[in-house]
C-alpha cells in the first residue's frame, strides 16, 4: 500500500419536503424517497467503499455479480482489508495502542435494521465477522473487550498475535517521543467503510477499524458504533464515515446523512452537509480529516470530506472506478 501524503448544503425536493424536520413521519418518509428516485436510472447491483480499496470492493462485487446478498458483499469486502497485514489501519498488522495492544471496532448492518457491534477486540482478525455473530446469534448488538473475545472463541474463531514486527518497531519509535498527534490521511487509508445493494435493491453496510495509532487503552471511535460510523435504512440508503472518529460520533453522522437523503438530498448533498455540521462546531477544523460516503436506494453514491486526499471506490455495471472526494478545504 502506498502511504498518502497525509491522515451544498443544495436545497432539494419539493418545498413542502423542504419544510420537513430531520424526523419525518412514514408517510413523509414514502413521499421524500419517491420524489429523490422519481425519472432516474437504477444502477444496482452496486458496492462503494471508503478509500482505494480494490481488492475489497473487487471481492464484495464477485459476491454481488453472483446473485448473492449484500450482507455477504460487505462482510466479505472488508475481510480483505482486515486480513491484508501491510494495511496498518485495519484487523491483522493494525497499529496499535500506546501500551502496545492492537485492539480492534467493527460493525454490520443488515437490509431489516439488524446490526451487530464488536469494540476493543483483541486477538481475532476478522472482527466484522465476530459482529455478524453478534447480530445473528445474540440478543444484543454490541459486545466489549473480554466479553467479546470469549464470545468469538466460543464462535470458532482462531486467536492470533495481530501486532506485526513492522507496526511493533513503528510504536517502538513513537514510545521514544510518546507524541500523541493524530495525522492527516496518515496512509492509503484508515476506516474501511463499506455498503453495497444487491440485485433485490437490499442494502447492507459494514465498517472496520484499528483505531487511531497509539491511542490510549481502550479508546473507541465512530467505527463500531451504530448511526456514527454506519447507518443504514433499506427504505432510503446507507453512510459510513472515516477519520478523527470522535467528531462524527458527535453529530452522529452516518444517521444524519441517511436522514438527510430521506428529505430529498442527494448522496452528494447529503455528505456534504454532514462535513459542514462537522466544521461548524469544530474551530480546529483543519488539524483532522473526515470523510463521508452515501448511496442512495438508486445506486447513486456521493462522498465528501474536510482535507483533500479522501477517495472512494466504487464497483458497479458502470466499471471499477476510484473517486477522489471534493473536500471543503480546497488548497
Known sequence: MKRRKFLKNSAAGSAGLMATPILVGCKDKKVAKESTLIGKQ???????????????????????????????????????????????????????????????????????????????????????????????????????????????????????????????????????????????????????????????????????TSGMAYKIGGRVGDSPIIGAGLFVDNEVGGATATGVGEEVVKTVGSFLIVELMRQGKSPQEACEEGVKRIVAKNKNYKDFQIGFIAVNKNGETGGYCIQPGFSYRTFSKDGHINHPSKAYITS
Not at 498475535?161 to 519509535?173: A, C, I, Q, V
Open 42 to 208: 437504477s444502477v444496482i447491483p452496486i458496492v462503494i467503499a471508503t478509500w482505494d480499496v480494490p481488492n475489497a470492493t473487487a471481492k464484495a462485487w464477485e459476491v454481488l455479480e453472483a446473485d448473492g446478498n449484500a450482507l455477504d458483499a460487505v462482510e466479505k469486502g472488508v475481510m480483505m482489508e482486515e486480513a491484508d497485514v501491510e494495511n496498518q489501519s485495519v484487523g491483522k498488522g493494525g497499529r496499535p495502542d500506546r501500551d502496545g495492544n492492537v485492539t480492534l471496532d467493527a460493525c454490520i448492518m443488515d437490509k431489516d435494521g439488524n446490526c451487530g457491534s464488536v469494540v476493543y477486540l483483541q486477538h481475532i482478525t476478522h472482527a466484522v465477522s465476530v459482529a455478524r455473530k453478534v447480530m445473528e446469534d445474540t440478543p444484543h448488538v454490541m459486545l466489549a473487550g473480554q466479553g467479546a473475545l470469549q464470545f468469538a472463541n466460543e464462535k470458532g474463531f482462531t486467536q492470533e498475535n495481530l501486532l506485526t514486527e513492522k507496526s511493533k518497531l513503528e510504536w517502538m519509535e513513537w514510545k521514544k517521543t510518546a507524541k500523541y498527534q493524530p495525522v492527516i490521511n496518515i496512509e492509503n487509508h484508515d476506516t474501511i467503510g463499506m455498503l453495497a445493494i444487491d440485485k433485490n435493491g437490499d442494502i447492507s453496510g459494514a465498517c472496520t
